[in-house]
């Protein structure tokens, strides 16, 4: 069992940034996928990011060269930094731990384990 909790969200202006955080509980097995995950209201969850156990990463088209993805092992801690924030950012964010194989892909069949989800405003 993996547990994850998530911090970070807020409301912010078009154009700001915000960094959300994941505490995970355990990196088990030795390899895994962590990813952060979107879903805005009457909207499929959408994959954001994801980062497997060799510190590969993958990104949304909507989000590459303004969100990053990464991840402190000693403090069992994944990250998003999110800049340049659009209105179309606006949902609710949760991370995710999953299978290592297919990380790249963010299907959210393959992972395994949720956070209860923090929530990001973006105004125009």
């Known amino acids: 069992q993996v547990h994850l909790v998530e911090s970070g969200g807020g409301s912010v202006q078009a154009g700001g940034s915000l960094r959300l955080s994941c505490a995970v509980s355990?990196?088990?097995?030795?390899?895994?996928?962590l990813g952060w995950f979107r879903q805005a209201p009457g909207k499929e969850r959408e994959g954001v990011a994801s980062?497997?156990?060799?510190?590969?990463?993958s990104y949304a088209d909507s989000v590459k060269g303004r969100f990053t993805i990464s991840q402190d092992n000693a403090k069992n801690t994944l990250y998003l930094q999110m800049n340049s924030l659009k209105p179309e950012d606006t949902a609710m964010y949760y991370c995710?731990?999953?299978?290592?194989?297919?990380?790249?892909?963010?299907?959210?069949?393959?992972?395994?384990?949720w956070g209860q989800g923090t929530q990001v405003t973006v105004s125009s």
């Open positions: 995710a731990h999953g299978v290592w194989v297919g990380c790249a892909r963010r299907k959210t069949a393959s992972f395994n384990y």
């Open positions: 355990k990196y088990t097995p030795s390899t895994y996928c």
């Open positions: 980062i497997d156990s060799y510190g590969m990463t």
